[in-house]
């Protein structure tokens, strides 16, 4: 028997292959025309370090952006001073292209090497070079794109504290052969007196960093004025003379008496003066103004005399501000190491036994920062720091070190390392720190202002390490605020008075921040 077979189920077949046939013809043609699909096909879609714990731990965690505007991928934040970026695998994720081949400078003059990606997946990347090129061709040979590839490394370490002998200045004002001075933060401005034992001068400006102080002119202070006693509170100025009377002065220049008498002057608390006053009998005890309220007898290990500027902190603990100072002498003649707190009531040490700082007079408390860095996630967590700088030992010495706490004066321990005192910068006591913001500008035209510039080896610590307009933000961060440290005047241990301003930043607060 013959089998038969009906035509019209072959023919369905056939117009069914023809039909697949024309739209995926359609539809590839509509692809290769339409022009956010082509450069989706030659679109980064990520980039990446391959782990090599030798170079540095975590290497394969560090985050690259990629720019598709630009055409750049590179890392927002810089891997540490001294990597080794010469030999390094990388992993990136591509469409289905038919070409990927990086191209980086092998040597000097115009020579390159380049590397097939696609064959050579885990061939090693030379970035010590200069700029690297990623070529990328899309599967259908009609579109091709050019990426940059750049792996920043930080020019300075980014957590050392950097004191520049670049960054240093005289005092301002119009006298010579300075003995004295007292620099203290009002308002919105920064006051500096100086004197020369006859003549006292008052400078004033908003901005230390600017080297330019707006006002400087002779003023007359009480007879018998103790400079150094010179202390703000939220509304005004205070000091005292060498006869124990208070005077008060809501611009720096014309002082009035308050018929009140303070011994020693630890701070402003708020728009309160907090103080010692010495009764007729030679005894102590703790006074405010202008409540003039006593607040009790002063406890055997509290200092009475030399003790550094005050550092007022307000957390969400607590409902009033707690203002700190630190060292001192006691009433008996001793030198102290410790960390005094006020709360607005009372005084209490809250310094833990056996982690006192050095026991010194006439040092300064600055409230600044130190970082520490998450090498999983490459994260730096900026933390409260509170150093204490100079001041003067019992023998007369000065400390070389530096003293920090990282918990406001519980425990203080030495700085070491990147945040250590440059041998370079003198020992001083009796002199004068502030913390001041400074606007940072990309293109750094406008940063120098009328410091002296010297020719040295230290490197210009004030550029940014960035060169690039953006990464992740819309629109790219040209300036930004950074806290810059201030040292005023002081004595050297041999009692010559330091007529010099010093500047200070971590680094990392000059990197433009990462968008």
């Known amino acids: 028997m013959k089998r038969r077979f009906t035509i019209y189920p072959v023919l369905g077949l056939l117009l069914g292959a023809m039909a697949s046939s024309c739209a995926t013809d359609e ?73 990927a081949t990086i191209t980086m400078p092998s040597g000097t003059g115009d020579e390159t090497t380049t590397v097939d990606y696609l064959e050579n997946k885990n061939d090693s990347i030379n970035f010590s070079k200069g700029e690297v090129t990623l070529h990328l061709k899309s ?39 300075l003995n004295g001075s007292r620099t203290v933060a009002f308002g919105d401005e920064v006051f500096c007196y100086t004197t020369n034992g006859t003549r006292t001068d008052l400078s004033r400006c908003e901005n230390p960093f600017s080297g330019v102080w707006t006002s400087s002119r002779s003023v007359t202070l009480p007879s018998g004025a103790k400079l150094r006693s010179i202390t703000p509170t939220a509304d005004a100025l205070y000091l005292i003379d060498s006869s124990d009377n208070l005077y008060k002065s809501t611009d720096g220049s014309t002082w009035t008496a308050t018929g009140t008498r303070m011994h020693h002057i630890y701070g402003g608390y708020l728009e309160t003066l907090i103080g010692l006053e010495k009764a007729s009998d030679g005894s102590l005890r703790h006074v405010s103004y202008p409540a003039g309220v006593s607040t009790g007898a002063i406890d055997a290990s509290f200092p009475v005399e030399g003790t550094s500027n005050p550092v007022t902190y307000t957390t969400i603990w607590a409902e009033k501000p707690m203002m700190m100072i630190t060292g ?12 005094w707190a ?42 409260d720091m509170l150093f204490a700088i100079g001041g003067r030992n019992a023998d007369g010495t000065i400390p070389t070190k530096f003293y920090i706490s990282p918990d406001r004066g519980v425990h203080w321990t030495t700085s070491e390392g990147l945040m250590a005192k440059p041998d370079y910068l003198p020992g001083l006591y009796d002199l004068d720190g502030l913390v001041r913001d400074n606007t940072m ?10 410091w002296k510039e010297f020719t040295t080896v230290y490197p210009r610590w004030y550029y940014p390490v960035y060169t690039l307009d953006g990464s992740r933000a819309v629109t790219p961060i040209k300036e930004w605020e950074c806290p810059f440290v201030y040292l005023f005047g002081g004595h050297l241990a041999n009692g010559t008075f330091n007529d010099e301003v010093w500047r200070a930043v971590i680094n990392r607060l000059l990197f433009r921040p990462i968008q």
């Not at 001192?328 to 960390?339: C, E, H, I, S």
């Not at 209490?348 to 996630?377: K, R």
């Not at 500008?441 to 202002?449: I, K, L, P």
């Open 27 to 99: 539809l590839n043609g509509l692809i290769e025309n339409d022009q956010e699909s082509l450069e989706y096909s030659v679109m980064v879609n990520s980039f990446r370090l391959a782990a090599n714990d030798t170079i540095l731990a975590d290497l394969d965690s560090v985050f690259f952006a990629i720019d598709l505007n630009r055409s750049v991928i590179f890392n927002p934040d810089s891997l540490p001073k001294g990597t080794n970026i010469g030999k390094l695998p990388v992993t990136i994720d591509l469409p289905g292209v038919s070409e």
């Open 139 to 177: 599967y259908n040979g009609k579109v091709s794109r050019d990426y940059t590839i750049k792996v920043n490394i930080h020019k300075l370490e980014p957590d050392s504290l950097a004191w520049d002998k670049v960054a240093v200045r005289s005092l301002p004002g119009n006298l010579g052969n």
């Open 328 to 339: 001192g002498r006691t009433a008996a003649g001793k030198n102290v190491g410790t960390t």
């Open 342 to 383: 006020f709360d607005g009531n009372k005084w209490a040490c809250i310094t833990q036994e056996s982690y006192e700082m050095a026991e010194v007079t006439g040092a300064t408390l600055i409230p600044y920062f130190s970082y520490t860095t998450n090498y999983l996630t490459w994260e730096a967590t900026q933390h």
């Open 441 to 450: 500008y990309v293109d750094n035209s406008r940063t120098a202002g009328a």
